[in-house]
């Protein structure tokens, strides 16, 4: 196949060539999902050539299997902003057929650079993800010969049991791997934990967009198309995925205790996921309608509105590598409750900036939640915790790791 159908061109300079490995990216049936991995790699194309192979799961047509139908929709080739993406498909069985995925994940980069590799040599190989993204990637690099960076960013690592298979795959990545990058220290704690040298690891948190400022809340909730308040109540919102390590089961249990000690507030639910109708079932349950509302969904653009339209953001989360709706929220001058995992103690280091709760605990969700409702929160206070970490920070970060690993 003609490699410049990808707009791939052959143009030669001196800047270092860069393949991307990731599972999670945007695309155009889910312009939101990795929006973060996005900005990175948007970053370091400001230094380097960058090619990003983005595979995603093969699903026929035909089959009636909710929830993977949308890959179906997703184009072998788009543009994202300025960068070229290449979306093979991987062989992907639901649930049962995870331990088969690096392989499939292999088999797909394999055959999507064999499409580029005469108008494209890589310095390096770079995977967002410890699997199957960097399972796949360090055999890729090894038929190619050339170094490759792995980076771990949360549940590909925190849900890693080394006695298990996967596990076992994990650990074996992370050892093939020439420098690993950990989105935060607690990640790197982890991973030590498996036997791996800390001195091969860098720490590399995320950044923050320039979009999330802080903005008046009033003209905010007009962008974002909310209603006015109403009767002093003010909002919790929660932005991100609604899945079970999220907890939002847990926040639901902990609104209705705000509702029964007669705190004011409405609880606003941004973003999809597989728990969608469980939790608004869970919500009717326990009588919070008109309290509760599931926005779905939103672009990417639109979440800083809803963000400053908020009075605290909540992130009850099980588990968490470093989540940058938090960093999001702070930027916005927005407060924040969290379960104390991950890298969420890191990020609201600073006082003034959140609360923590053990994870799981709803009665100290609720307690938290309504301290926060209750205080006068500095918005610029708040936004101090964040400020100064840009993703071009970040890019600079990755290719002194990306030098490292080349140098070794």
Known sequence: MDANLYGWGTELDTKLNILICTSIFPNSAEPSRGIYIFNQVRALGKHCRIKVIAPVPYFPKWLPLRGYGMFSRIPQRETMDTL????????????????????????????????????????????????????ASTMLARDLGVPVVVGARGHDVNNARPSGLRGRMVVKTLDRADRLMAVSAAMKERMTSFGIDPRKIAVVPNGLDSIFVPEDREVARGQAGLSAQKGGEKTILFCGRLSPEKGVDVLLDAAKLLDSRGIPFYLLLVGDGPMRKTLRVHAARLGLEGKVRFAGEVPPQKVPALMNSSHVLCLPSHSEGWPNVVMEALGCGVPVVASRVGGVPEILSKPGSGLMVPAGDREALADALGQALKKTWDRSTVRAAVAGRTWDHVAENILREIRTAMNR
């Open 84 to 135: 070229d993406v290449l979306h093979p498909r991987a062989i992907v069985v639901p649930k049962v057929g995870r331990l088969l995925n690096g392989i499939t994940y292999y088999l797909a980069l394999s055959r999507a650079f064999e499409r580029v590799r005469e108008h494209f040599t890589p310095d390096v190989l770079l995977a967002y993800w410890a699997y199957p993204d960097g399972y």
